[in-house]
């Protein structure tokens, strides 16, 4: 039986793994991703370096070209956030995931970042996905708040053809009617998606949620329930964050996220001992 999605399909138990820096999604580890919305400057980027690391996670997120949904509202550092980061990721030992935000981003994103960020709204952008397939960089590829899962493996698809294996799908929350989350976190497509594609799938409970108090049981249950990773924002100081502050995490959260991720997988990992054992 083939799906619409020739390249994306599962067809066997086997989902590819793609290596990011140290991480390795999809090999049965729970990659987890932390930084804040936005990079603001050079001090602000490497205290969130720092605490990723100090977790023991292995890439720091951070954008610098941000999508906005009001133009009056802090648009990111631009070209200028890209060498902050990536010095940040190199002096903490950890790998860097960027948001190309525009065709034009591509290359000077590529040139700094471990893995490129297609995010919700550009998620059927095609020149934008050829693009970043292009430069062969691992794609972190987000699903539109409306997009269908079909739709999303179709939007992967177009960076496999461009002979770009490396693709990691993200579900971020989708748009619903109730006004107490940001999004709907649909963590039951997200593991409907693991049945369709072999490729790695993470959740951000970060903008699925729009609220810190939901980022740990969150990531806990993705961890729980067999998802590749998890990319939260998390901000040194989440009160004087320019960008997504009421969703922001402070490092020590992070690590205690971290932290209670290992706990699940190892209870989860006992367990299979005792059935197998
Ligand atoms: C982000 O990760 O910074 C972001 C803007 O997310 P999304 O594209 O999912 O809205
Ligand atoms: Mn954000």
Redesign the pocket.
């Known amino acids: 039986m083939f799906a619409p999605y020739r390249l994306a399909q599962r067809r066997s138990q086997e989902t590819s793994v793609v290596r990011v820096g140290q991480a390795r999604f999809g090999d049965g580890s729970f990659v987890l991703v932390g930084g804040p919305?936005?990079i603001e400057g050079a001090a602000q980027i490497d205290a969130a370096a720092r605490a990723v690391a100090a977790a023991g996670a292995p890439l720091l997120?951070g954008?610098a070209y941000?999508?906005r949904t009001s133009p009056y509202d802090f648009q990111g550092l631009g070209d200028d956030g890209l060498p902050l980061i990536a010095d940040a990721g190199a002096a903490h030992g950890i790998g860097i995931v960027v948001?190309a935000l525009a065709e034009s981003h591509v290359q000077l994103v590529a040139a700094y970042a471990d893995m490129i960020?297609i995010?919700?709204?550009?998620m059927q952008n095609v020149p934008l996905l050829r693009a970043a397939a292009r430069t062969g960089r691992p794609v972190l590829l987000?699903r539109g708040?409306a997009a269908t899962l079909d739709e999303l493996l179709l939007a992967a698809e177009y960076v496999l053809v461009e002979g770009n294996a490396n693709v990691v799908l993200?579900e971020?929350?989708i748009r619903g009617f109730d006004t107490h989350t940001r999004n709907v976190a649909d963590l039951g497509g997200a593991l409907r998606l693991k049945e369709l594609t072999h490729l790695p799938v993470i959740l951000?409970p970060s903008?699925a949620t729009g609220r810190p108090t939901l980022i740990e049981p969150l990531t806990l249950a993705a961890a729980a329930a067999g998802l590749d990773g998890a990319?939260v924002?998390m901000h040194p100081e989440p009160q004087h964050a320019r960008c997504?502050a009421a969703q922001a995490i402070d490092p020590a959260t992070f690590a205690r996220i971290a932290s209670r991720v290992r706990l699940v997988r190892t209870a989860l990992a006992q367990d299979d001992l005792a059935v197998t054992g």
């Open positions: 919305c936005a997120r954008g941000k999508p948001e960020q995010g919700a709204r550009n987000k708040p993200c971020r929350g951000d903008h990319i924002e997504d």
